[in-house]
């Protein structure tokens, strides 16, 4: 592969992210509507309450808590795949462990929403984080559930970090091939490396 | 927990208990009225009744013996045990479900954020979730006790052993500086029990009428094998 070919391929793989594409932007909309549908559905559960879920008793606990553990287990695949291919030392792993972090880390996005949307009072749900109140009293660090946020955090931040580093040299060629407010984010992002 | 709560030191003034003697309760369910009413319990309508959303801190259940026509019923009025190794408290994470010292598993209603975990742990399913907005059917709505909060949808509730009653007494005795005397004190269920199969009292006191009938040969726990060191004593029928 001479120089010129490697330029083009780059030129061809950076495309999509300075150019957007109708067939993009048609897609963007539907998928948005979906989502805003979505959120309009979570308003309504808050206003006349979980019961719309279908919910009941004595069972408390159903398809919001089944989703998470869903997501969850969709991210620990993402996980499984990327390290699986960097233990046996696959030399052509790079594409597909892109593909299984970007999995992780935005499955585990999604897997966090189920929590929150399984509340009965989700505007109160801060009071899960590890912060005394005015009254000087913590969560109860004997429930698993203040785990749970113990647990999706460390293996949000682990997995963050997971897709980030590798990404490093790759933000770097795009910082060296935009200008303007670009350049800005991903100098920032590349912190700082340089091609040899 | 605080132990700064609890004045006299080490023990505490009261220990909370309920004796069921199965061998009087008529099944007539004036107690889950008198809960009702008491308590603030919303109605839930015949719809969402009949999804099992209603709301009973207190609810008699029936067992048939026999074929017809040679036909036994029993009943056995179940509601919290008020456990004192209750599964209900370690799983909240903001200490809505509460031991006090007095041997109550008390419900802090505004601490609750609704993560139901409490009512899953609870092996009497005896804790009930706000799944709709609370209604009261009118007139009902015009004889709600000032004494006790209302719920908001999305909180757990359940009973209380009328702990806005217990406050009460304890007020009253504290300014008289006396203990409160056994049977002075009743819940809403064992004070409309026409039949007295709900005793009320304080095991703290071994002379109490609770804490003898607790002591009774007839006693157990519900559920006892699963160690949750319950409150309350079902004396046992005597065919």
């Given amino acids: ?196 | 927990m605080r132990q700064d709560d609890n004045q006299t030191g080490a023990t505490p003034a009261y220990k909370w208990g309920m004796a069921v003697d199965l061998d009087r309760c008529t099944g007539c369910e004036a107690c889950v009225v008198a809960c009702r009413a008491e308590n603030n319990v919303p109605t839930a309508g015949a719809e969402a009744a009949a999804r099992s959303r209603a709301i009973h801190w207190i609810r008699v259940e029936r067992y048939w013996d026999g074929e017809f026509p040679d036909v036994r019923v029993r009943y056995r009025p179940v509601f919290c045990q008020q456990c004192d190794s209750a599964p209900c408290e370690p799983v909240c994470p903001t200490y809505a479900s509460y031991h006090t010292e007095e041997g109550l598993n008390a419900q802090v209603y505004n601490r609750c954020i609704g993560t139901r975990y409490c009512a899953n742990a609870c092996p009497y399913n005896v804790r009930f979730f706000n799944f709709d907005n609370p209604v009261w059917e009118k007139p009902l709505d015009l004889q709600l006790n000032p004494d006790v909060s209302i719920r908001e949808v999305g909180v757990m509730e359940k009973c209380t052993f009328c702990i806005q009653r217990i406050n009460e007494a304890k007020i009253d005795a504290g300014a008289m500086g006396t203990r409160i005397e056994d049977g002075a004190l009743q819940p809403a269920c064992a004070q409309s029990c026409t039949a007295n199969a709900l005793v009320f009292g304080d095991l703290n006191d071994p002379e109490s009428a609770v804490s003898r009938l607790s002591r009774s040969p007839r006693g157990e726990k519900l559920l006892s094998d699963l160690g949750t060191a319950p409150s309350v004593t079902y004396l046992g029928r005597e065919d």
């Fill in chain 1, 1 to 196: 592969m001479n120089h010129a070919d490697s330029d083009r391929m780059t030129e061809d793989l950076l495309r999509p992210l300075s150019t957007t594409s109708l067939r993009y932007r048609v897609a963007l909309v539907a998928f948005g509507l979906v989502a805003l549908s979505g959120l309009g559905a979570w308003g309504y559960q808050m206003y006349f309450g979980i019961g719309v879920s279908g919910l009941n008793w004595p069972v408390f606990w159903g398809f919001y808590l089944v989703n998470f553990v869903f997501w969850i287990g969709i991210s620990h695949a993402g996980t499984l795949i990327s390290a699986i291919l960097r233990l046996v030392n696959a030399t052509w792993r790079g594409p597909v462990t892109r593909f299984a972090e970007a999995i992780t880390s935005f499955s585990l996005v999604i897997a966090a929403l189920f929590p929150l949307i399984h509340l009965g009072r989700p505007w109160l749900a801060f009071w899960l984080l590890p912060l005394p109140n005015d009254r000087g009293l913590w969560p109860n660090f004997r429930s698993p559930l203040v785990w749970d946020f113990f647990a999706i955090s460390t293996y949000f931040i682990s997995s963050a970090l997971f897709i980030f580093l590798p990404m490093i040299p790759d933000f770097a060629l795009l910082r060296d091939r935009s200008a303007g407010s670009k350049w800005r984010v991903y100098g920032v992002l590349s912190t700082g490396w340089r091609r040899r």
